[in-house]
């Protein structure tokens, strides 16, 4: 399995401007890239090769004069930028004919010297390393210095450095991990729970447990207004408005980094705990565009999820999605009586035909549980139970006599 290993880079002015210059001449191929297929479409012509792109783009592109600087930066950094133009189309093109499931993907378009964040990947044929020093040692670049907050379990494939909005600078590894390690390194367990995923509590396990909502963007509010009145006032064009942008960026990003550890922590906590891990596909979307939209997005769900989701494969844990139909909110989980919808503001009721007082939260994370066919078997065992024969009374079956093996 492959992740992503993130570490802060602190490079020196001088490295500032070579990495600056790299993040120019990538952008300024991809661009080319997307021209050059443009024009091709245009022209009613086959879409040019990748070994043509790279021929015409950089190799013929670099003893021009128009184009000479793009040998001040490694040429592995120009054909990692073609590969990323080749898979925007390749990924815009499986969009169109359905090969590629998800939000339909529009058609690449031109990247701008003002956008946000900027990146550039170096594979391993750029020949960079890591020194003794532990500092990262880029082509054209020099020897960058890291801030490593973990070791790196094995020798990485790839890095790409990262400029996000607030100016910071990070080296994202790609490794390999070994799945013996990793199934060495959570604790064996019987157990498995269900989540209920909501807006006053974050979470609600099916055990009872209920897990609070931090609400970062809600606490940091007044902040960020703050920041961007602040930017709002500042003329355009401006070394101030650039100061006060990166104030407002800063702002943002710790919202957003505290988040990702709180989903980092937490997802970790439930997957080491739980053999078999159950949660509510939310239609987040459709929620994101109501009345509850700025604390559904202030949750990160997707995030979380996704999370749970990576951490079950990576460690040998079930995890089990529940269709967002079914109706873990209307149903009682002592019973089974289904007692219709109920409006937001219920938090308990009483079941009508068992007499049990339930928590709205709680009841449903039993019922996401047992949906996940996971109230009975957690180890390994099938999360759906398996197929039986079809009752006589029930269409398809009327040819065939009943016997013992009838369910």
């Not at 937001?344 to 449903?364: F, I, M, P, Q």
């Amino acid at each position: 399995m492959q992740l992503r290993y993130g570490f802060r880079l602190y490079p020196a002015p001088g490295q500032r401007i070579a990495l600056a210059k790299a993040f120019g001449c990538a952008r300024v191929v991809f661009n080319d890239a997307v021209r050059a297929r443009e024009d091709a479409r245009a022209a009613g012509r086959p879409f040019p090769s990748a070994a043509e792109l790279s021929r015409t783009l950089i190799t013929q592109a670099k003893r021009t004069v128009e184009r000479v600087w793009l040998g001040d930066v490694s040429a592995v950094v120009l054909q990692q930028a073609l590969r990323d133009a080749e898979a925007a189309y390749r990924n815009f093109f499986a969009s169109l004919t359905g090969q590629r499931t998800g939000l339909r993907l529009g058609a690449p378009r031109f990247k701008s010297r003002k956008q946000a964040r900027q990146s550039i990947r170096f594979t391993a044929n750029a020949r960079w390393s890591i020194t003794p020093g532990g500092r990262l040692n880029l082509p054209k670049i020099g020897e960058v210095r890291v801030k490593w907050s973990r070791a790196l379990p094995c020798v990485p494939s790839s890095v790409t450095v990262i400029k996000d909005a607030a100016g910071r600078y990070f080296a994202s590894f790609v490794i390999d991990t070994d799945p013996a390690a990793d199934l060495q390194r959570m604790p064996g367990t019987q157990a498995s729970t269900g989540i209920d995923l909501g807006l006053a509590h974050f979470a609600v396990l099916s055990d009872g447990t209920k897990i609070g909502s931090p609400r970062f963007l809600r606490r940091a509010e007044k902040k960020l207004k703050k920041a961007q009145r602040e930017l709002s006032r500042k003329q355009k064009g401006s070394k101030n408005r650039e100061k006060a942008r990166r104030k407002a960026a800063r702002a943002h990003a710790k919202v957003a980094d505290a988040r990702r550890e709180f989903h980092h922590q937490l997802s970790t906590k439930l997957i080491r705990e739980n053999q078999a891990v159950a949660v509510e596909d939310l239609a987040v979307g459709g929620l994101a565009r109501t009345r509850l939209a700025k604390s559904v997005h202030d949750a990160g769900w997707s995030q979380f999820v996704g999370m749970l989701e990576y951490k079950a494969q990576r460690y040998g844990r079930t995890f089990v999605k529940v269709g967002r139909f079914e109706p873990t909110s209307q149903m009682c989980s002592t019973c089974g009586h289904q007692d219709g919808p109920k409006p937001l503001h219920v938090r308990e009721w009483t079941c009508t035909a068992c007499g049990t007082r339930h928590d709205r939260d709680h009841n449903a994370a039993k019922n996401v549980k047992s949906a996940a066919g996971l109230a009975v078997t957690a180890c390994g065992a099938p999360v759906r139970p398996g197929p039986v024969l079809a009752q006589r009374a029930e269409a398809g079956s009327h040819g065939s006599p009943p016997d013992a093996r009838a369910a």
